[in-house]
């Protein structure tokens, strides 16, 4: 897997945690579109990560890495 990936769902990752300060600090009540859109944002990344957190893991179940550590 590619760092550029990881540094990519990173950024994203860290534009969520931004909004989700924005949203926090605006302190109104957040209408049900917003915390959707935040919510299916969420679910992409996370979409997108777990494929990259299964293929380690099983490049390091294979490699005997996880059990060195």
């Given amino acids: 897997m590619s760092v550029a ?3 990519a769902l990173n ?3 860290n534009q969520l945690e931004s ?3 924005e949203y ?3 302190q109104a009540e957040a209408d049900e579109k917003t ?3 935040l919510f299916l944002e969420f679910l992409a990344i996370v979409h997108e990560l777990m494929p990259l957190v299964n293929q380690a ?3 390091g179940l294979k490699d005997g890495d996880l059990h060195s550590r």
């Fill in 24 to 26: 926090e600090q605006r």
């Fill in 57 to 59: 893991l099983m490049t």
């Fill in 35 to 37: 915390q959707n859109e």
């Fill in 19 to 21: 909004k989700v300060k």
């Fill in 5 to 7: 990936v990881f540094e």
């Fill in 11 to 13: 950024a994203r990752i």
